[in-house]
């Protein structure tokens, strides 16, 4: 685990939880890190609870479109269909293939 340096990959960044005030949790984020991510002092962040993930977003996901594309060529029905139901769960819309 990291502690400090952000990248651009899954790899854990531990941050502090601190205290401001008597009732808010503040977790900072590198002012760096930040602005790479187009975010300044006044944006909003949005919080999802993952099963024992926290995923912080810069829009809602109403404000993205959610689909994957599942390549059925490479792996058998069931696999395929285990994968696109998986999607679906989780709220994201699979794309049709167009290409027929």
Same mark, same amino acid.
């Given at each position: 685990?990291?502690?400090?340096?952000?990248?651009?990959?899954?790899?854990?960044?531990?941050?502090?939880?601190?205290?401001?005030?008597?009732?808010?949790? /503040? /977790? +900072?984020?590198?002012?760096?890190?930040?602005? +790479?991510?187009?975010?300044?002092?006044?944006?909003?962040?949005?919080?999802y609870p993952?099963?024992?993930?926290?995923?912080?977003?810069?829009?809602?996901?109403?404000?993205?479109?959610?689909?994957v594309t599942?390549?059925?060529?490479?792996?058998?029905?069931? /696999?395929?269909?285990?994968?696109?139901?998986?999607? /679906?769960?989780?709220?994201?819309?699979?794309?049709?293939?167009?290409?027929?």
């Amino acid at each position: 685990m990291s502690q400090g340096r952000l990248s651009n990959e899954f790899e854990p960044v531990e941050r502090k939880v601190q205290l401001a005030g008597n009732s808010t949790f /503040v /977790v +900072s984020l590198p002012k760096e890190w930040a602005r +790479s991510q187009d975010l300044e002092s006044g944006h909003s962040m949005y919080l999802y609870p993952h099963d024992d993930w926290l995923i912080a977003a810069t829009g809602t996901v109403s404000d993205r479109t959610r689909s994957v594309t599942v390549d059925a060529t490479l792996t058998g029905l069931e /696999v395929t269909k285990r994968r696109i139901e998986s999607a /679906v769960r989780r709220g994201i819309r699979p794309d049709r293939d167009r290409r027929n």
